[in-house]
């Protein structure tokens, strides 16, 4: 490694600002739903292998400890999603100004939480399904 | 001053032309997966249960089965779109940078390959 600074210096910004928590968190979120994308492919192929096989899959996906998976994909998504939208509104030049994007950090975060808890009232409580 | 020509700059391209092609990618992918991921929330929300039969009567639907492979290509290509600039980012040795990234470009088409296989597989018929 070259002995100068590199770029992106994680280390040395205050990551309470809003700004780079956001833009971190966006990233993560991106990174765990690749993550998601294997356990998506694995179940669509354990359909595609027949009844028995997506059984013994079944049992695999409704272990306990899936159900932390699936939250995790659920908010990861959720968070994601709403970023995402914030960055296309921002590629349309808008909502770039200092306060403007301060208050739709918020509003992000906000949104997200929400569409989050809806999303795992519906798959947990409502139809069981990631049960 | 700026030495680029009117031309130029009506054109919008840069110096190699293609430049933006990996961020409009990435636009593109977002812009359709909006409503893509949507549909596949719902509908599976939708399903009175997920065994088997349940499963590939939906995916048997042409709609169904038209939109999942959609999904599973446009995910895949986000996916790595995504993930090779986090690699970019993170990974400064070149040696290291190369393989990670060939390991992943595999991956994807990997998923995508088999999610696609695997759709058209239920959706013509031949899964039992």
Redesign the interface.
Known sequence: ?PARP???HLSVYKMSRYSLATSILN?FA??A??AG??L??YW??S?????GT??RA?QLLSLPVMKLVYGACIAA?CYH?VA??R??VW?TGRGLERSQSQRSAYLVVAVSIALTLL?AY??FV??G?AS | MSLRTPLRRVLGAGSAKEGVQHWWQQRLTAVALLPLTVWFVVSLLALPSLDHATVTAWMRGSWTALLLILLVLVATWHSQLGVRVVVEDYVPAPGARTVTLTVLSFLHALLAAAGVFAVLKVALGAGA
């Open positions: 490694m590199l770029s992106p990233r991106g990174v739903l690749s994308l294997l998506l492919v669509l192929m359909v595609a292998a027949g009844a997506q059984a079944a998504f999603f995402g939208i960055h296309l590629d999303l519906c798959a409502l139809k399904h």
